[in-house]
């Protein structure tokens, strides 16, 4: 494999199969790095993305949170009340009729 030549120097002789091994080689190394680089910006975009996405879904958890715990007391009181009614139901039913009789009277009495 070594030559060498009238002023004494060393001369490599290299295959052609093998130099185009190795540009192929450094072409795909470069390819790759490239690719990487641009794989690495679109990561820290889509995380960017990803940050304000829950960023924003805690803001607006924290915005409903007070809107739930109002809800929920008056499902509560809903229970609490339709529980009353149901212990006295047959009192209330006759108030409930004797005002339906008074409003419907009193509407007559308007209209007249």
């Known amino acids: 494999m070594n030559i060498v030549n009238e002023a004494q120097q060393v001369v490599l002789e290299i295959p052609i199969w093998l130099l185009v091994l190795l540009g192929v080689l450094i072409s795909l190394a470069i390819v790759a790095t490239i690719y990487k680089i641009f794989s690495y910006r679109k ?3 889509v995380s960017k993305k990803t940050d304000y996405l829950v960023e ?3 803001y607006k958890l924290e915005l409903l949170t007070p809107s739930v ?8 009181y809903v229970d609490k009340l339709k529980s009353n009614i149901n212990q006295k139901d047959i ?4 108030y409930l009729a004797s005002n ?3 409003a419907k009277s009193k509407k007559k009495d308007s209209n007249k």
């Open 43 to 45: 990561i820290g975009i």
């Open 56 to 58: 924003d879904l805690i």
């Open 69 to 76: 715990e109002l809800l929920i007391n008056i499902s509560e």
């Open 91 to 94: 009192s209330i039913r006759k």
């Open 100 to 102: 339906k009789e008074n």
